[in-house]
């Protein structure tokens, strides 16, 4: 079974910086996809930004962007510029893709609270 | 953008009673998903449906668990027999699968907060 491990469960920035939110994660798949949530304390889960595995560019999604390091197995967010706004839970997750079914394993989620 | 809308947002029942929770996915999505997060913890898949039928489920999905799309746009997960221990955000997601540019779309709806007393 896939494991998704987030061994930072709570991280805080200031305002303008930058922050790297880890993630690793354990397969033996080589077809996979690699996502980051955001978790807003209204609760609802948006994502961030996704990473094909067979893709070796790491994604980038304005002020988020990941360095996917696959022989590793690890997948950290990189947050640019901090907002107050980004304060959240941020849940890393991994699928792989079988036949009909795309179900996604969350990590346990990494509290950041962003500080003026 | 198309969302995936859940009702009710909150709903509260006593223990023992039957809960319908209601989704319904974006209309050419083929694939639907349902996940519960227990407050304050990460969030765990329950079942997954595609073609009228489960395509996998989860040790939590048990037989107090059913799942169905009764209309072709609706698609609900039923407790029968609530405990307490199902407390929980409960999210509905959909997805359109994947072909040659890889993974079209996965949607999650904004979730019911299901609280049992």
């Known amino acids: 079974a896939q494991t998704v491990t987030q061994s930072q469960p709570e991280m805080s920035v200031q305002e303008a910086e930058t922050v790297t939110l880890s993630c690793t994660y354990d397969?033996?798949?080589?077809?996979?996809?690699l996502f980051w949530y955001k978790q807003p304390p209204s609760r609802q889960m948006i994502l961030v930004i996704r990473?094909?595995?067979?893709?070796?560019q790491n994604a980038t999604e304005n002020r988020f962007s990941v360095n996917f390091q696959k022989a590793a197995k690890s997948f950290s967010l990189k947050i640019s510029d901090s907002q107050l706004g980004d304060t959240a839970m941020y849940f890393c997750?991994?699928?792989?893709?079988?036949?009909?079914?795309?179900?996604?394993?969350f990590g346990k989620g990494t509290l950041l609270t962003v500080n003026p | 953008e198309p969302e995936v809308t859940q009702t009710p947002s909150h709903q509260v029942t006593q223990m023992g009673q039957e809960v319908i929770l209601r989704c319904v996915p974006i209309?050419?999505?083929?694939?639907f998903y349902w996940y519960r997060q227990i407050l304050g913890q990460k969030v765990e898949f329950l079942v997954s449906?595609?073609?009228?039928?489960?395509?996998?489920k989860s040790e939590i999905f048990d037989d107090q668990f059913s799942v169905e799309r009764p209309d072709g746009s609706n698609f609900t997960l039923k407790i029968r027999s609530t405990k307490l221990e199902d407390s929980a955000m409960y999210f509905c997601?959909?997805?359109?699968?994947?072909?040659?540019?890889?993974?079209?779309?996965?949607?999650f709806g904004s979730g019911t907060r299901l609280t049992v007393v």
């Open positions: 997601a959909s997805s359109a699968g994947q072909g040659p540019r890889g993974l079209y779309g996965y949607t």
């Open positions: 397969t033996s798949e080589n077809n996979y996809y």
């Open positions: 990473q094909e595995a067979y893709k070796q």
């Open positions: 997750a991994f699928m792989r893709p079988r036949g009909s079914n795309y179900k996604l394993t």
């Open positions: 209309s050419n999505h083929l694939y």
């Open positions: 449906f595609y073609n009228n039928e489960i395509s996998e």
